[in-house]
């Protein structure tokens, strides 16, 4: 390329800050003889987090807040990230390797449940290979301020790295596989940023000699990368948010027991055991997720509702992509047992015919009893009333104690009993739902304004 082609830049920004994982998460495939799926590792076995990952999440995250959910790509972020048909992206992603003796690691096993039975579907038992909460990466980006460019204003282009950045300090972006189902949940710390002028031969010296590993090692660390960037550009601007979510809020009591099958990991554990990372009790994303699109489907078909109403609100499973593949708009989160306890119970199955304990059918199971649990439910970009009002009369029921979560809901496990808190996009009042409290008039009426439409087909 002759020098007179080549992007002249004026500066260069280094940013640094720690990522931390607050969720199990699936980052990266690989082949393995241990599990179906394995996140990417390095030569020396650390987990690493790919650079076009990080860059690819934080683009669709700008796009959203510049847009909204599932709007089409208005080219907003094409000045940050590049743009196939006009230029190259000013800003570089580095691979983020994970920091050495944090890793922790579980294999989860999963099954797909037919809709129609309530049963395993055959087939479709599955395992992955998940990095557990507290895995950390040092992040790393760069970004370069062309001269004479109309579309890279320097304060332009950070104004848009903040809004992207701070949508991943937020916890509004996810990593890796299964994000809609609470994988990849994370938080950033530790914000550092200094700008290398590069005008002089000695500009370009001092830049070049910084230390890969560790840019600003001598900077200090900030709490959020506005402080960071503060110096230089203490007043950027906010740009509207344009995202819209309706978000429901649980806390709920579980006054029985819970069992989310997993296999045990010694020879003395239990025939099952409900499913437990880092000594904590989970209810997980892919549980919670599955059952109220279950039930959603039994809501919509016994109103006579369009059959597309579901895979709109949890996206198309294989056989139900005849126009293609989409995501699902709900989003769930995992969340932790609180207050509960682990407890062994013995089982035996009973010979039908002879109504006796039925030979080698004695089993035991460790199940999770009593507690409270926290989690939240966002759908994102709602198109229809009656998408929301679908979610509502599921999640009332769920806190209803009509919704059972896990296996064996035949026996009375997986009942949660408490209480919703609705917040709208439209920024209406929020919307509180009580176990065992009568609805009131005011209620009803809009519960059924979401419900109630004239094209109800």
Known sequence: MSAEKRRKILARWVVTAQLTLTSASQIGTEDSESADSTFARDAKGQVVLPGTTLAGALRSALEDQLVGYRTKDSGGAGKLFGDMKYHESPLMVFDAVAAPKSIAATI??????????????????????LALPGLTFPIRLELAVP????????????????????????????????????????????????????????????????DHENPLGSVAAQPTLRAALGEHYPNLANQPDKRQALRLEFDCALPGTLLIRTPGVSATDPDMVHLTEQGKQLLSGTSLAGALRSHCGRIAKTMGWNETLVPSLFGTAPEESKN???????????????ESEARKQTRVKIDRFTGGALDTALFDQKVATRGRVQFTIELRAPETPRQTGLLLLAARDLVEGLLPLGGESSIGRGVLKGRITAHFPDGSPPLTLTHGAPLDAATVARLDSYLIQENDK
């Open 324 to 338: 293609g593949l989409t995501a699902s708009r709900v989003q769930v989160s995992e969340a932790t047992l609180l």
């Open 108 to 129: 989860r096993d999963g099954v797909r449940i037919d809709p129609k039975l309530r049963l395993a579907a055959d087939g479709l038992k599955y395992d992955r290979e």
């Open 147 to 210: 001269e004479g460019e109309v579309w890279a204003k320097e304060e332009a282009l950070l104004t848009d790295l903040c809004l992207a950045l701070e949508a991943l300090a937020s916890g509004h972006i996810r990593f890796g596989a299964r994000k809609s189902r609470g994988l990849g949940e994370c938080r950033v710390s530790a914000w550092k940023a200094k700008r290398y002028p590069l005008i002089t031969l000695d500009e370009w010296r001092a830049y070049a000699k910084t």
